[in-house]
């Protein structure tokens, strides 16, 4: 393995709602190394978005990151923090801290050098400017940015009567320049929009909504960002749009040589794109590997009950092999203190009823899972009595 | 279980492969009405034909699956059939008889019933799910055969149902919020079940669910398929649900069907360019799947309020026929194609070309500089010189404001079959006719 541009260790967050708090990223850990697209595979309610979020630093209240570090390699700005502070806990080596950071140094960082783009592109869009000037808008953030790192501020920040009052009486300044515009013209033409400069004076509606997740590629690109978190980018869109958007992002991928944090739900997509998988239920990482490791050889069961019940398009005549049971609460007086998944594993057993530790599992290095039997082999001896969690 | 129509209740099984429901030139248009502004303008409604003109034949005991991409038609279809909208043409036969002659249409709700994509909204959250259930039996007047307490036979009956689709009796009394998606799902099964219906239509089932649970589901609709003897209409956008689950398959584009196969063949072996794509398209659960080399389809999905002329596809098509005589590679011809469609919908931005033009150099830039700056936006591939100069003409006159003259122009030398004649058999394309 080589050194990895970004090292998540021990991430949780947790939401503090009325219904009482919410675990739902506990102790995530995993590495990201320079140029791959590291997959974060889950269902709905198993924490990948939120993680997602995390890595940005975009959790909004009543959520909050409560431990963990989000290290990201920036061997200047290491340097220069130690030098400040030669005791930091901020820097590691080449690394960073995002979390320790203080809040400009944090802000510089995420919006240069990070980029996040959503799974609904109508959402995510002001539907009263033009998309060109969108994504002109944030070129400029950059071009500023680089000019005089200590004061990024967009004019999408802030609010109050001054700020009112100013763009009231002065709406012909604007904040984008020319060359911004021009810049978001070029940005539209890369990933791939045919005519992108009359496109660009268009208003998200008059998109498509494939168009769209296009444009907010673009907008992703504006920064050159190091790492590009993507949380389900193409779960809003037909399959057909799915595939175009899938392969202008690994064409971009390889050209840019950009680092990508892939989260979906489809393991159609994981296959596609990724080099290495995390596997996320109820919070937390039950398994991470390679591709490799994953498709070929699972260690939790739950990675087992995913792929079985995924059907297949080569093979109609196979029976889907579900998951018994429902995806759990995340309500952290409701999460009982044993393995999340044994009330739905096959294989449970009576290990399982203690909070079960993260093993070496066969395959590659780092080939992980958080399972007894990552480590021993299955006896059906030790399972436990059927119908033992229906009381519960 | 009683059933109302004696001849099902003879023998169901004999008459397997005969056709339960006919649909024949069905056609949906939703009119969005017409303004006042829009009369005295003089122009006419422009309806959107959201299904137009799709037929085929659902056999009894068989699951039919209808697949294709959000907008094409496809849940219409199953709501026009089911008469929860009425068709704007076209005719539906259920068990032979046409819906349309039919004065009363209870017989054939009770015989007829539609599971939602969201069991969230398909149950009302103020209600026990027992009573959900129950309420079919209520609404028919179940038991038919008069006999027994109707209330005991009908709390009986629910309780079966429930226990069926694998929930217990203690969860009849609670509330749709306290149930997951699956277990709900479940509930929409025991109740479009409740009068043991010949045919069901599935409308996106499991597109809500996560997909251990839609694995559960899947499972248990094809299970109970063969045990009451069911017709599905199974309608989804998941091409690897649609294998799982369905014996024969009816592709949809726009509002139309383009291809119905038998499963298998259907992807062992596609035809239509369209359904091509669409197999293409998936990603697969493997390892291989990074090397595969996917050509996805180029464009979105047109307008159902102004479909293309002659086959709907081919603005999309990668196999569009050049007329007879054209020796042309694809790619160039469907860079022509574009710039033929762009012209006919004049969406092109003569203005801001020129005034771009006009602020590099001196003085109004005349039509030919317009136009060659136009082709160089518009044509990214590289053109035979004869098509190259044509196409430059053809925008000249674009340049010119003559948009009629630009796409007669260009028509006279590139019109295809494919713009002309609409395609029609199992298999809705040109190259499979002759």
């Known amino acids: 393995m080589g050194e990895p541009i970004l090292r998540v260790e021990d991430l949780t967050t947790r939401f503090f709602t009325e219904e009482g708090q919410i675990n739902a990223v506990e102790g995530v850990s995993f590495d990201v190394e320079p140029g791959e697209v590291f997959g974060i595979v889950g269902e709905s309610g198993s924490g990948k978005s939120v993680t997602a979020l995390s890595l940005v630093d975009l959790v909004e209240s009543p959520g909050r990151i409560t431990n963990g570090s989000v290290w990201f390699r920036e061997p200047a700005l290491a340097a220069r923090i130690r030098e400040d502070d030669p005791d930091t806990a901020a820097a590691d080596g080449e690394m960073v801290d995002l979390r320790r950071l203080d809040d400009n140094e944090r802000r510089a960082l995420r919006g240069t050098e990070f980029a996040m783009i959503f799974q609904d592109p ?46 009231s009486m002065v709406p012909t300044v604007d904040y984008v320049s020319e060359e911004s515009r021009d810049r978001a013209v070029e940005l539209l033409d890369t990933v791939g929009i045919p005519d992108p400069a009359s496109r660009a004076t268009e208003y998200p509606h008059q998109f498509s909504g494939g168009m769209l997740q296009r444009a907010m590629i673009a907008q992703a690109l504006a920064t050159e960002p190091s790492v590009l978190v993507a949380d389900e980018p193409t779960t809003a869109l037909d399959v057909t749009i799915q595939a175009q958007i899938l392969n202008t992002l690994g064409d971009l991928q390889a050209e840019y040589g950009m680092t990508t944090v892939l989260i979906t739900h489809n393991l159609g997509v994981i296959a596609r794109m990724c080099d290495r998988v995390g596997v996320m239920y109820a919070g937390e990482f039950v398994e991470r590997g390679s591709l490799e490791d994953l498709f070929e050889r699972p260690s939790h069961p739950y990675t ?11 093979n109609g005549d196979r029976r889907l092999q579900p998951i018994a049971g429902n995806v759990p609460s995340l309500l952290d007086e409701e999460m009982p203190d044993r393995c999340y998944f044994a009330d739905r594993c096959p294989k449970a057993m009576s290990e399982c009823l203690d909070k079960p530790p993260e093993f070496d599992a066969d395959g590659s290095e780092g080939h992980r899972a958080r399972c007894y039997l990552a480590r021993d082999a299955y006896d059906p001896g030790d399972a436990l009595p059927e119908g033992y969690f229906d009381e519960s | 279980m009683s059933r109302d129509t004696p001849s099902v209740e003879t023998a169901p099984t004999d008459r397997h492969g005969e056709a339960l429901v006919s649909v024949r030139d069905l056609e949906k248009h939703y009119d969005t009405g017409v303004s006042l502004l829009d009369r005295l303008l003089g122009g006419g409604s422009n309806p959107v034909r959201a299904v137009d003109g799709v037929s085929f034949d659902i056999n009894r005991g068989e699951t039919l699956g209808l697949v294709g991409e959000s907008g094409c038609g496809k849940s219409t279809v199953g709501q026009t059939i089911l008469r929860l909208e009425s068709p704007t043409a076209g005719s539906v036969s259920f068990d032979g008889d046409p819906l349309a002659e039919r004065g009363d249409l209870t017989g054939f709700r009770r015989n007829a019933q539609i599971l939602f994509q969201d069991p969230f909204s398909s149950l009302d959250p103020r209600m026990p799910v027992g009573e959900s259930v129950r309420q079919p039996l209520e609404i028919h007047d179940w038991p038919w055969d008069g006999q027994g307490n109707p209330a005991e036979r009908r709390h009986e009956r629910v309780a079966e149902l429930i226990e069926r689709v694998g929930l217990s009796t203690t969860q009849l009394d609670r509330y749709p919020g306290e149930f997951s998606g699956g277990q709900l799902q479940r509930i929409g099964i025991a109740r479009a079940l409740a009068l043991d219906p010949d045919f069901v239509v599935l409308d996106e089932p499991t597109s809500a669910l996560d997909v251990s649970v839609q694995a559960q589901v899947l499972n248990l609709l094809a299970d109970l398929q063969s045990e009451f003897d069911l017709t599905y209409l199974f309608i989804s956008h998941d091409l690897g649900v649609i294998r799982y689950i369905c014996d024969r398959i009816a592709v949809m584009y726009l509002g139309e069907i383009v291809e119905t196969a038998p499963a298998e063949q259907l992807f062992t072996d596609p035809r239509h360019p369209y359904t091509e794509a669409l197999l293409e398209s998936v990603p697969r659960v493997d390892l291989q799947e990074r090397e595969r080399d996917i050509d996805p389809l180029a464009g979105d999905v047109p307008s159902p309020r102004n479909p293309p002329s002659g086959c709907r596809f081919r603005t999309r098509c990668p196999a569009v026929i050049p007329p007879d005589g054209l020796d042309i590679e694809q790619e160039s011809f469907r860079a022509i194609t574009d710039v033929r469609d762009r012209i006919a919908d004049r969406e092109i931005a003569v203005e801001t070309t020129r005034d771009a033009l006009a602020e590099t150099t ?16 518009l044509v990214d591939v590289e053109l035979p010189e004869p098509e190259r100069r044509r196409v430059q003409e053809g925008l000249q006159a674009v340049a010119a404001g003559e948009w009629d003259r630009a796409a007669e122009h260009l028509r006279e030398r590139y019109e295809s079959v494919c713009e002309t004649d609409h395609p029609t058999g199992q298999v809705s394309c040109h190259l499979f006719e002759q």
């Open chain 1, 122 to 167: 109508m959402s995510s869009f002001n539907p009263s400017i033009t998309v060109g000037t969108q994504i002109a808008e944030a070129v400029e953030v950059q071009r500023r940015a680089t000019a005089n790192p200590r004061a990024v501020r967009s004019r999408t920040q802030g609010f109050g009567l001054l700020k009112f009052l100013t763009t």
């Open chain 1, 304 to 314: 087992e009950g995913l792929l079985g019940s995924s059907p297949a398009l080569d």
């Open chain 2, 362 to 377: 001196e003085g109004e830039p005349g039509e030919e500089r317009v136009a060659a700056r136009l082709y160089d936006r």
